[in-house]
């Protein structure tokens, strides 16, 4: 994905600012309520300033990640979670997410947000 998308970047989750007051393995959850897994981070199109993926784990010994593609999501403030209109087994369907694939977010990215005037 790194080739077809050099401009991505991965921010981590305990990066993210919001109305909650941490995002760092945050639940997601469906609209069943049911656990889909924790929040590891998003990628991200600094430049363009648009969030492309979620980066979702699953498991604890045998951990996977995700990337879910942008759904209709809701913070809730309530639970601390991420409730997302999603199927339990739709998670799996998703691509897995390759930490080499994207590079990490940096002060240089924060600046193409900032400064990045659209066409």
Same mark, same amino acid.
């Given at each position: 994905?790194?080739?077809?998308?050099?401009?991505?970047?991965?921010?981590?989750?305990?990066?993210?600012?919001?109305? !909650?007051?941490?995002? #760092?393995?945050?639940?997601?959850?469906? $609209?069943? /309520? +049911?656990?889909? @897994?924790? =929040?590891?981070?998003?990628?991200?199109?600094?430049?363009?300033?648009?969030?492309?993926?979620?980066?979702?784990?699953?498991?604890?010994?045998?951990?996977?990640?995700?990337?879910?593609?942008?759904? !209709?999501?809701?913070? #809730?403030?309530?639970?601390?979670?991420? $409730?997302? /209109? +999603?199927?339990? @087994?739709? =998670?799996?369907?998703?691509?897995?997410?390759?930490?080499?694939?994207?590079?990490?977010?940096?002060?240089?990215?924060?600046?193409?947000?900032?400064?990045?005037?659209?066409?």
């Amino acid at each position: 994905m790194t080739a077809d998308a050099p401009h991505l970047c991965y921010l981590r989750a305990d990066q993210i600012r919001g109305p !909650l007051p941490t995002f #760092d393995h945050l639940e997601v959850k469906n $609209r069943e /309520d +049911v656990k889909l @897994g924790r =929040l590891d981070g998003i990628i991200i199109d600094a430049a363009e300033r648009r969030m492309e993926y979620f980066v979702v784990e699953q498991g604890f010994l045998n951990h996977r990640r995700y990337l879910l593609p942008l759904q !209709l999501t809701q913070v #809730d403030t309530e639970t601390n979670a991420l $409730r997302m /209109d +999603v199927d339990g @087994g739709d =998670l799996e369907s998703c691509a897995r997410f390759n930490p080499g694939a994207f590079r990490r977010y940096s002060g240089y990215d924060h600046l193409a947000a900032m400064f990045h005037q659209p066409a």
